[in-house]
């Protein structure tokens, strides 16, 4: 094994291994008026016996840092030398202290101490400032940082590798009035000379990578609950909006809990914090013992909280504390297994969401997100593996995308299905005993799950996380007989164009065939290893019917025969079909039809079967299909009319059976469908002159009290939004904008950001892009008002292209050193919404003079996503969709 992880370590660029830091302790005096930093570092150091006995030099990472003065001593021998010549490199982003021949030698402990100036910067990276207002109507500033994943050094001088774990000792000077914390609780805290500063010491941290270190200063309040095992959790919160941060509160207690018993290690700090922070860049970051969010996703106003948003906070926090184990306690070695944080992670999250809510039924959910997401991305040939190499770390910051989040946390559900939980559950625990406090590599996990299960693990995986894609299963041939099937299965790898080139075919997997009949899921399990295999299902009836890939275990498409499809029907009107199967019919038809491997009018006479569903899940993945072939059929006016009509029946249909009204016993699927079936009749229905004045009068009503929660609950706020201003103008534009300025919370005034473009006068979607760079939308939400012009219609898409055009330095300028997440979202926003080769050409021409690297996988995506739907249109003109007889049969 050792020789494997020699041969991945290759060509990565990394300081040397030569010096070795052990401690650092970091003093810093933040000034929220200058925005800078005053710092000052003691940092341990070992050197090994293979350190050059010439060498005086050390390297680390830092960045954006003014280095006033370093000196090191060696333990035992003598005074502090200072250093004689700093060295700034800002292309490789580190600094190289000079000191006099014979100062470092091997073998030796060495202390570094170094002064220098830093800058609060206001690009969501680092250590850096948020704006927020006060209680009292007061703009404010506060400081916090984000420094996964190479934004330690913007704070202290660090190597910023993620094996190069250590502990480290924190102390903050701030104002006597501000609340300041860290990864640990505070040692001590004492008023300096003057009485305007504090100076706050905090516990030693476990050994742990730079990236996780993380401080914040400003105004808080908070709310406080210990768990069941003795763990204190708190919730900080902008002043007198403490009680918003009960619900993140109690998922949070209940989740560590859950954690600790599952992994067999409690957690191991002694406290938790969460704080929420006006101004972040992703949705939040798991630093050890002080986790941040943004506000959106981690405050709830209890008497305003959508079904969704309070889905959303729960798995965002479990999320983030899988992380304080997977990730905290034992961490990657290296980026290129940042799936290895970030798959399991994503799969956590909906573990324990479910153990605290079961309710909500997150594994089907899964299906028709995670997983539905993951292949969307995967079939592209712009794709990457999950284990992807990288050289330098400046490349990780492409792989934060779906396939590591999604696909990887898909795979970790598929590994779970194989071993069975006990095996499953058994493999991590002696994984994170042996590895507490260290680093791994994939190869480790694998192991782990080999010595549980005694099953061939890293052969089976190999195939999942080291080639890109994932396999479509084809139905070749079958013998059914009164009490079995016999079914003949070819694998494939899929592609959403259904393109094939040379050596493609010599792709394979190692995939588990499951399968279920109206009897339930079928206990026999086979591994299809080559690119043919045989299996036989027992029936219980004559009549009966077989899925593979029960329960959506496997990320994979099946092509079943029209036979198999047809015994099928019944599973779907009868429900004995499980609910994400019967959802997955829908995905995968759509998918199989858009890559050429099923015709087009089975797709939309399989959705016409839906006429009588009723749960979310399958609607989930009816509303992506319709809202796809939608989006696709735009370019051509006469088919998307006649598909619109199809829309319309259907979606008619649920509201009629599922209604605009809450009832008392709605459970909270039952909420989360109507809030997909709002969100249908704003993309399908706008113009029934039923569903506007419906809409028209809850908008009225909501402008005359917008915490009539009855009337217009938070589920429905968005499509509502949309239908008013389809169908208004100047008017209804500038009232729903004006909630922005009045709402309570970022959660009501996101509804604003994500619907101010669905208005069909141009000028009005191009008062709503300049609205997006104006100043008043903060930099982590300005990419919502472009998505709301981009994705409203085709003229939205061309309108928001030609504004990002226009404006792309100012962008490009707004969002600085910040994550390239930020710009990714920009161009899904303001170039995703076409379906051409022209237009493909006109992107990609685009970006080769104005090059983003860090954006290039996103870009790359992007345009091969329009050229396959570019095909997928014709695919569909080309059949009897383009006829009006065919709409007319249905």
């Not at 600094?95 to 202390?111: E, M, R």
């Not at 089976?460 to 894609?469: N, Y």
């Not at 569903?613 to 993945?621: H, N, S």
């Not at 609950?713 to 389809?726: E, N, W």
Request: glycine residues 6%.
């Amino acid at each position: 094994m050792s020789s494997d992880k020699e041969k991945k370590a290759q060509g990565r660029v990394l300081l040397p291994s030569t010096i070795i830091p052990t401690r650092y302790d970091i003093k810093l005096t933040p000034d929220l008026e200058k925005f800078t930093f005053d710092g000052e570092v003691t940092i341990h150091l070992e050197t090994t016996d293979t350190l050059d006995k010439a060498c005086k030099e050390i390297t680390m990472h830092a960045k954006e840092l003014c280095f006033l003065s370093a000196s090191v001593q060696v333990i035992g021998g003598g005074p502090a030398i200072e250093a004689v010549e700093i060295r700034d490199h800002k292309k490789e982003i580190t600094v190289t202290f000079v000191f006099p021949d014979g100062t470092i030698a091997p073998s030796s402990t060495l202390v570094l101490h170094i002064k220098y100036i830093g800058f609060l910067n206001n690009q969501m990276a680092g250590f850096y400032r948020s704006s927020y207002t006060n209680i009292h109507g007061e703009k404010k500033i506060m400081a916090s940082t984000q420094f996964e994943s190479l934004d330690a050094r913007r704070a202290f001088p660090c190597w910023d590798e993620p094996a190069r774990k250590a502990i480290f000792g924190v102390t903050l000077i701030v104002p006597v009035a501000l609340t300041a914390f860290s990864n640990m609780p505070e040692k001590c805290s004492r008023t300096l000379e003057g009485g305007a500063l504090r100076e706050i010491t905090y516990l030693d941290s476990p050994k742990m990578s730079t990236y996780l270190v993380a401080f914040c200063v400003g105004e808080f309040d908070h709310v406080q609950a210990q768990t069941r095992h003795g763990v204190l959790v708190k919730v900080y919160t902008p002043p007198g909006k403490s009680e918003s941060g009960m619900f993140a509160l109690e998922c949070a207690t209940k989740a560590l809990d859950a954690y600790d018993d599952f992994f067999g290690l409690p957690y191991p700090l002694p406290k938790l914090d969460m704080v929420a922070i006006p101004e972040f860049a992703m949705g939040a970051m798991e630093n050890w013992g002080l986790v941040t969010y943004r506000e959106v996703d981690l405050l709830i106003d209890p008497t305003k909280a959508s079904n969704s948003q309070k889905q959303r906070v729960c798995t965002v926090v479990t999320h983030e504390l899988a992380h304080q184990w997977f990730g905290n306690l034992v961490t990657m070695a290296w980026w290129d297994d940042l799936w290895l944080n970030e798959g399991f992670a994503s799969w956590a999250e909906n573990w324990a969401a479910d153990q605290i809510f079961p309710e909500w039924t997150m594994w089907d959910q899964f299906t028709t997100g995670h997983l539905s997401y993951a292949m969307k991305l995967d079939s592209l040939r712009s794709s990457h593996p999950i284990q992807v190499p990288i050289h330098r770390a400046e490349e990780v910051e492409e792989v934060f995308d779906g396939i590591s989040y999604c696909k990887g946390g898909s795979v970790v559900r598929m590994i779970r299905a194989v071993l069975g939980m006990k095996s499953f559950q058994h493999g991590l625990s002696k994984y994170m005993e042996k590895f507490a406090y260290s680093n791994t590599e994939t190869l480790d996990l694998w192991t782990a799950w080999e010595e549980s299960s005694g099953m061939p693990v890293k052969e089976m995986m190999a195939s999942w996380t080291e080639q890109m894609g994932f396999p479509l299963i084809k139905v070749t041939g079958e013998t059914w007989e009164t009490d079995k099937v016999t079914l003949e299965l070819e694998q494939s790898w899929f592609l959403s164009d259904g393109s094939s080139v040379e050596g493609d075919d010599e792709k394979k997997w190692c995939i588990p065939i499951l399968t279920c009949t109206e009897t339930g899921t079928q206990k026999d399990m086979i591994f299809m290893r080559e690119k043919t295999a045989t299996v036989v299902i027992p029936l219980s009836s004559e009549n009966g019917w077989v899925k593979l890939n029960a329960g959506q275990e496997v990320p994979m498409r099946v092509l079943s025969t029209s036979t198999m499809i047809e015994r099928l029907s019944e599973g779907i009107k009868n429900k004995t079909l499980p609910i994400c199967d019967r959802a997955a019919l829908v995905t995968d038809g759509y998918a199989l039809v858009k890559s050429g491997h099923m015709k087009p009018e089975d797709l939309i006479k399989l959705l016409a079967s839906y006429t009588n569903e009723d749960a979310y899940i399958v609607w989930q993945g009816l509303a992506d299909v319709l809202t796809g072939l939608d989006s696709v059929t735009q370019d051509d006016e006469v088919l998307n009319a006649n598909f619109t009509k199809f829309a319309q029946k259907l979606v008619i249909t649920l509201k009629d059976s599922i209604g605009w009204d809450k009832l008392e016993d709605d459970g909270h699927l039952t909420v989360l469908l109507r809030s997909t079936m709002a969100g249908l009749l704003s993309k399908f229905c706008s113009t029934d002159e039923s569903v506007a004045r419906e809409a028209s009068t809850r908008f009225a009503k909501f402008q005359e009290d917008p915490s009539d929660m009855q009337n217009l609950p938070s589920d429905m706020r968005s499509a509502v939004f949309k239908i008013v201003l389809k169908n208004g103008g100047q008017k209804e534009w500038s009232d729903v904008k004006n909630y922005f300025y009045t709402a309570s919370d970022q959660a009501e005034r996101k509804f604003v950001l994500g619907t101010l473009g669905s208005s069909n006068e141009v000028k009005l979607k191009k008062q709503t892009l300049e609205w997006s760079i104006s100043g008043d939308v903060k930099l982590q939400d300005f990419f919502y008002p472009m998505g709301s012009v981009g994705h409203s219609s085709r003229a939205g898409a061309e309108i928001a292209w030609q504004f990002f055009q226009d404006h792309f330095q100012t962008i490009r300028g707004m969002i600085g050193k910040g994550s390239p997440s930020l710009m990714d979202a920009c161009i899904v926003n303001c170039a995703g919404g076409f379906c051409s080769d022209s237009k493909a050409d006109e992107i990609e021409s685009f970006f080769k003079t104005n090059p983003l690297p860090s954006s290039a996988r996103k870009i790359a995506q992007c345009v091969e996503g329009m050229r396959t739907n570019a095909k997928f249109l014709q695919k569909l003109q080309q059949s009897d969709l383009s006829s009006d007889a065919f709409w007319g049969s249905l």
